[in-house]
């Protein structure tokens, strides 16, 4: 009998990643059925997701909805988005809803009301300890945890450390880390086909002796982005940082993009394309702020996608980072600001970084479709 996994998100999903390949990772079992529901954002890339055994339905807001202020703006969405989906859920009567973050969580406990069902919290980030939560938000949102806590039944997020943080908090649940990894067919977790190793230095007219560092992902304030900025101005660093993505500090870094010969912004890429271009950058750097514990314990993509690119990494010295980057000798650690940036370029400077990344296996996403393919065995009662 044919299982229905529900997927619940209030981001546009044919932009998130993560979502993506967990929808692909499950779709290939023709056990299950799956079917996903996000919200559309027009304000992203406008990009659709190529794997066509996926079943994605995108809500499209009232865009009067934008007009109003933004706390009631966002009451009203979660209300109509929760509507939307309990009234969805319901008629396809699922087996598992799996949420994907808080804001859909109320809904996954109501569709699991209605049909009982099971129903996974996949927490992508310590959801109400994030900087962008304020104090009133971040209560609002670990209240919402709470009231659903006990009927959640399997507990995903991203680093062991966010999943120890919420067995001490809220009690404790069957839980399985997966990694933020890259897709990859290679068995290693490495890109098996790295295209041009001298994209960016043609792209950019970059001399053979510079190095190209690169940063990868959202621009958007505590990510490090104005540490490097700060650092690749500076007179004394002749290496060149290109910046792909997309974000609100996207035109301050074009503005230095015009002044400085050797600070460049790169438009983001599909998926698939990503770990190709990486590796044709010489370091990727992966500078998370500390500006909150959800920072503080995160695995970021991006890291994974340097590794699967085999380019050493400059990444934030925070708990989970260090023994990641340590354990797969993937590059160096250093505070997250400027100076400590300056002085590990530097160093790099005289003498070219290569990459000694082992047993990356473990990083690969074959090895987290495993994990998380294995968890819903577990929950439907499958075995592994």
């Given at each position: ?74 009451t009203i969405k979660v209300a109509l988005l929760t509507a939307f989906m309990v009234i969805r859920g319901i008629r396809h009567r699922p087996t598992v809803v ?287």
């Amino acid at each position: 009998m044919t299982a229905i996994v529900l997927h619940l998100s209030h981001t546009d999903i044919e932009n998130d990643a993560r979502i993506l390949r967990e929808l692909s990772a499950l779709a290939v079992n023709p056990a299950l059925r799956v079917v996903a529901i996000g919200l559309r954002d027009p304000s992203g890339p406008q990009t659709q997701s190529t794997d066509t055994q996926l079943d994605i339905r995108s809500v499209q807001l009232p865009k009067i909805i934008e007009r109003v202020p933004r706390l009631l703006r966002m009451t009203i969405k979660v209300a109509l988005l929760t509507a939307f989906m309990v009234i969805r859920g319901i008629r396809h009567r699922p087996t598992v809803v799996h949420c994907h973050d808080t804001p859909v969580l109320f809904a996954g406990v109501l569709i699991k009301l209605f049909v009982r069902c099971k129903l996974i919290y996949d927490a992508h980030e310590l959801e109400s300890q994030k900087r962008t939560r304020s104090r009133w938000f971040s209560r609002i949102t670990f209240y919402i945890e709470w009231m659903c806590w006990r009927w959640i039944d399997l507990l995903i997020s991203v680093s062991e450390s966010i999943c120890e943080w919420y067995d001490q908090h809220l009690g404790n649940k069957p839980h399985v880390v997966v990694l933020n990894a890259p897709v990859s067919d290679s068995g290693d977790g490495a890109a098996d086909s790295c295209g041009s190793t001298t994209y960016f230095h043609e792209t950019y007219t970059i001399t053979e002796g510079s190095l190209v560092y690169l940063y990868l992902g959202i621009l958007s304030p505590g990510r490090g982005i104005e540490a490097c900025l700060q650092v690749f101005s500076d007179p004394s660093i002749n290496h060149h940082v290109v910046f792909m993505g997309w974000g609100e500090l996207e035109g301050v870094i074009r503005e230095f993009a015009v002044s400085e010969g050797n600070i460049h912004l790169h438009e983001p890429v599909p998926h698939d394309q990503v770990v190709s271009l990486v590796a044709s950058a010489d370091v990727g750097l992966c500078l998370i702020e500390n500006t909150s514990l959800s920072d503080f314990y995160c695995l970021p993509n991006k890291l994974f996608e340097y590794a699967a690119a085999r380019i050493p990494v400059i990444a934030s010295d925070f708990p989970e980072i260090r023994r990641v980057v340590d354990l797969h000798a993937l590059g160096l650690c250093c505070e997250p600001e400027a100076e400590s940036l300056k002085q590990i370029v530097l160093r790099l400077s005289k003498c070219k970084p290569s990459f000694n990344g082992r047993e990356l296996g473990a990083l690969s996403w074959g090895a987290q479709a495993k994990a998380l393919t294995d968890a819903y065995g577990q929950l439907l009662g499958h075995g592994s």
